[in-house]
């Protein structure tokens, strides 16, 4: 027992004389003063061809015969910067639905075409823009293009789809409004924009005022070609 307890009263000495001298070697290790900037370099982005159509539409393609796969993305001036006042959320809600059903779909067969090549779409919103994109095989690419047009031209918006996402959403605004860090960034938020709408963020209240009406309205109103862009890689 006393030589457990002696190995103990050295294990403790150790790791004190290492705490001592941890700052002092780290402080050996780094210069005092920062190494000079080194030369900006540009980005190396891959060639690419850029076009206009005639609706309006911006087009990148990049080509690459590396792997047989596409991806499409297309991208609409219709971020949360765009929601009205007292329906913040709105956007978001759009992005979520747009692939719950489109044109002949329903949300079933949306998923179930896509799933059923091994690919994915997927819809999101920032502040700025509402993007939604879809990944498939290079054999697979009239599908994507067209589950994309349904997408945005003739998207469903079921009403059964708005409420379930309304239930999911209003649960994690919950979660996220006991917790300090979301409090401080919804704060800092407000104090850095002010009344701009990037200050700007979805409350209970506001998610719980948003009808279906107001998802038809917005994908009209913002999801149009005239300054979009669509990149296919």
Do not use: C, W
């Not at 917005?218 to 300054?227: D, H, V, W």
């Amino acid at each position: 027992m006393m030589t457990t307890f002696r190995m103990s009263r050295v294990a403790s000495l150790a790791a004190a004389l290492v705490i001592v001298v941890r700052p002092a070697a780290l402080r050996a290790q780094f210069p005092a003063t920062a190494p000079a900037a080194a030369p900006i370099k540009p980005a190396a982005f891959p060639p690419f061809q850029e076009a206009t159509l005639p609706n309006g539409m911006r087009l990148l393609v990049v080509h690459s015969g590396k792997q047989p796969v596409v991806a499409v993305s297309l991208s609409f001036a219709a971020g949360t910067v765009y929601d009205p006042a007292g329906k913040a959320g709105l956007s978001q809600m759009v992005a979520m639905l747009l692939t719950k059903g489109a044109g002949a779909r329903t949300a079933e067969q949306v998923a179930n075409d896509i799933e059923g090549v091994g690919g994915s779409i997927s819809a999101a919103s920032t502040p700025d823009f509402l993007t939604i994109r879809a990944d498939v095989l290079s054999d697979d690419a009239r599908l994507a293009f067209s589950l994309l047009a349904d997408a945005v031209i003739r998207p469903a918006l079921p009403a059964s789809e708005l409420e379930l996402l309304r239930t999911q959403a209003l649960s994690s605004l919950t979660l996220e409004l006991s917790r300090p860090a979301s409090l401080a960034d919804r704060a800092f938020a407000r104090g850095l924009f002010g009344q701009h709408p990037y200050g700007r963020r979805d409350e209970p209240a506001s998610v719980k005022a948003i009808t279906r009406d107001d998802l038809v309205a917005f994908q009209k109103a913002r999801l149009r070609p005239t300054g979009a862009l669509l990149v296919v890689a």
